[in-house]
């Protein structure tokens, strides 16, 4: 199985929150960041600030995880990343080699 993570990104505001799941965070973040897809929430939205994330070992957690945070209320979400993150600093930088951990 391959591993998974789920993420919150936010806006320059942090006024809109986007919850998403994958199993190669540092390339989809680069894809939210780039705006790689022309209809997409977060390009229409501005979201591309990595606020939150978790790491499964296997993607299937990650997507059950996914959908506990999506169905929980707003103020969990903030919850969650004031938490982690009180901050709300962009966390993109902190994961670029996850990936790699030999690097």
């Given at each position: 199985?391959?591993?998974?993570?789920?993420?919150?990104?936010?806006?320059?505001?942090?006024?809109?929150?986007?919850?998403?799941?994958?199993?190669?965070?540092?390339?989809?973040?680069?894809?939210?960041?780039?705006?790689?897809?022309?209809?997409?929430?977060?390009?229409?939205?501005?979201?591309?600030?990595?606020?939150?994330?978790?790491?499964?070992?296997?993607?299937?957690?990650?997507?059950m995880?996914?959908?506990?945070?999506?169905?929980?209320?707003?103020?969990?979400?903030?919850?969650?990343?004031?938490?982690?993150?009180?901050?709300?600093?962009?966390?993109?930088?902190?994961?670029?080699?996850i990936?790699?951990?030999?690097?």
């Open positions: 199985m391959k591993p998974g993570f789920i993420y919150i990104l936010t806006n320059k505001t942090h006024t809109v929150l986007y919850v998403g799941v994958t199993s190669n965070l540092p390339q989809r973040i680069l894809d939210h960041k780039e705006k790689r897809y022309a209809n997409s929430f977060s390009k229409r939205y501005n979201v591309d600030q990595l606020v939150f994330w978790e790491f499964f070992q296997e993607i299937g957690d990650a997507i995880r996914e959908k506990q945070i999506k169905g929980g209320s707003r103020q969990k979400k903030l919850d969650l990343i004031n938490a982690l993150n009180p901050e709300w600093n962009d966390l993109y930088e902190d994961i670029r080699d990936m790699n951990p030999f690097t």
